[in-house]
């Protein structure tokens, strides 16, 4: 039985909590109050409490050592986050990121001690908080997760047994291939869901297929200059088959637009942008996505 530690309450942290707590000690860190307990939902079956602590900053010190960290936190948080908690973890802690868009894993594995290892899980179940206690688990998806140095590559038999609880869970050996194609699915549907404010389904609509062939195909010529072996057919089907899944669905960003959070649009189309400039590769629909993303305040 490990110890767990959750940095963050939203959905995606709330359900790994759910799932990994039937097994081990599992704390979520939160900047709300720590009374009141969490549930878990799914479709028409009855409610179940989250069966973890919910813990803050000043109540590390008192709590044993962590075996395994884990980021549910957006991608633009990840740093800061990690600034904080860092004092807290021991030399052989387990590191773990799981957010929509790529770049950070580069700058995180700079800050770790040789002996902590470093992952990600990519998980495609779909969930939504009704009210900052309840998760609503809304769709089936499967769990992967890979090394992103080389202590996780020599351990990950131990962490995929520990990681056991997750529903549809695998390891891949090449996940920085998986996180592109999750960056594709998001690129296709999170800007333009936000920007028109639909669901995911909506995005189906022929209205919208032009700009999304556009952006998968600046992205996917990203990913050919990177080594990476992406087809932008198989992309589109991906992309598409998602917004079917998800079709009564709203993406984080249209959430994040709606509530006037900051959005993870750095990470997706600024990714392929950031990229487009180092690389030389013209990226016009991506870079206006991303400026007008960046933008917009509310919904219209």
């Known amino acids: 039985m490990a110890n767990i530690l959750v940095i963050g309450d939203g959905a995606i942290g709330l359900m790994l909590s759910h799932f990994l707590s039937k097994a081990h000690n599992v704390y979520v860190f939160t900047r709300k109050t720590t009374a009141n307990t969490r549930f878990y ?125 997750l529903p549809q869970l695998s390891y891949s050996k090449n996940i920085e291939q998986l996180r592109f194609e999750k960056l594709l699915v998001n690129i296709a549907i999170n800007p333009l869901s936000a920007l028109h404010n639909i669901k995911n389904g909506q995005l189906r609509a022929p209205q919208f297929s032009s700009t999304i062939f556009n952006l998968l195909t600046e992205a996917c010529n990203i990913a050919q200059a990177l080594k990476l072996n992406i087809k932008l057919a198989d992309a589109l089907s991906n992309a598409y088959t998602i917004m079917t899944l998800t079709a009564q669905n709203y993406s984080s960003m249209h959430q994040d637009v709606i509530h006037n959070r900051q959005t993870e649009i750095n990470a997706i189309c600024g990714y392929i942008s950031e990229q487009g400039r180092r690389l030389n590769i013209n990226t016009p629909i991506n870079n206006e996505l991303l400026a007008k993303i960046k933008a917009k305040k509310s919904v219209d």
């Open 41 to 165: 939902c799914k479709a028409n079956q009855p409610s179940q409490k989250i069966n973890a602590q919910f813990i803050t900053l000043k109540q590390l010190n008192e709590l044993p050592a962590f075996d395994t960290v884990i980021f549910a936190v957006k991608a633009f948080q990840v740093i800061d986050a990690f600034i904080h908690i860092k004092p807290f973890l021991s030399s052989r802690c387990n590191i773990v990121l799981s957010h929509n868009g790529m770049g950070n894993v580069e700058q995180l594995n700079a800050e770790l001690r040789f002996e902590q290892a470093l992952y990600f899980l990519t998980t495609s179940m779909a969930g939504f908080k009704s009210n900052q206690y309840i998760v609503q688990h809304t769709g089936e998806g499967k769990n992967i997760f890979g090394a992103c140095n080389t202590q996780a590559h020599n351990n990950y038999k131990a962490m995929l047994e520990q990681f056991s609880p």
